[in-house]
């Protein structure tokens, strides 16, 4: 089983700062099956980048994402009000899928 | 556009059987373009896989939970069917299905299209 760690498990900023979002995998991600997913309470996960740098459908330019084998980042440029969620990143690789604990984001 | 939707009991009791349905509409759940997932989250708590399926059938369950679930299609009503048995209360959780794009057997995009969630409590 790959294990996903993420850092930091808070990361508090203010609306337009960038946050950097880090995500280690145990062993090296095949392919680089890495994606990240934004969560907020009452909403259903949604896919930001995988790949690990391709942003999905719709997703603003600021979110981009970079790494490979087994360091991951997500940075998000010039935060919005609506950014400030929970941070998780996936591995989509070999199975078991496994998630990372999330970063939360403070505003 | 692709949809998925859950529905299911809400509340189940220890040791009982829990079975969710994620309705797809949009596309059909045949289509080998796709592929389809469960998920779920405890209170409180991170993200979880449970299972993912194929539409060709390969299925593959989280081996944590693999002794208690089942994956299960109904080509005629176009959705999916968890069945988890002998649930507690560690099996309380947000269940959510999810649908990625597929492309050839190991190519896959990561679950893009999720379903609102479904509540469960076990009590």
């Known amino acids: 089983e790959i294990v996903l760690t993420q850092s930091p498990g808070t990361l508090s900023l203010s609306p337009g700062e960038r946050a950097t979002l880090s995500c280690r995998a145990s062993q090296g991600v095949y392919t680089d099956y890495l994606a990240w997913y934004q969560k907020k309470p009452g909403q259903p996960p949604k896919l930001l980048v995988f790949g690990p740098s391709t942003r999905a459908t719709g997703v603003p330019h600021r979110f981009s994402g970079s790494g490979s084998g087994t360091d991951f980042t997500l940075t998000i440029d010039r935060l919005e009000p609506e950014d400030f969620a929970v941070y998780y990143c996936q591995q989509y690789s070999t199975t078991p899928l496994t998630f990372g604990q999330g970063t939360r984001l403070d505003i | 556009q692709l949809q998925v939707q859950e529905s299911g009991p809400g509340l189940v009791k220890p040791s009982e059987t829990l079975s969710l349905t994620c309705s797809v509409s949009g596309g059909s759940i045949t289509n080998t373009d796709y592929y389809w997932g469960w998920f779920r989250q405890p209170p409180g708590k991170g993200l979880e896989w449970i299972a993912y399926r194929y539409s060709g059938g390969s299925t593959y369950y989280n081996p944590t939970l693999k002794s208690r679930i089942t994956i299960s299609v109904d080509t005629s009503r176009n959705h999916f069917s968890l069945t988890l048995t002998s649930v507690t209360a560690a099996d309380t959780a947000t269940y959510y299905c999810?649908?990625?794009?597929?492309?050839?057997?190991?190519?896959?995009?990561?679950?893009?299209?999720w379903g609102q969630g479904t509540s469960v409590t076990v009590s």
């Open positions: 999810a649908s990625g794009r597929s492309y050839n057997p190991g190519v896959r995009d990561p679950f893009d299209v």
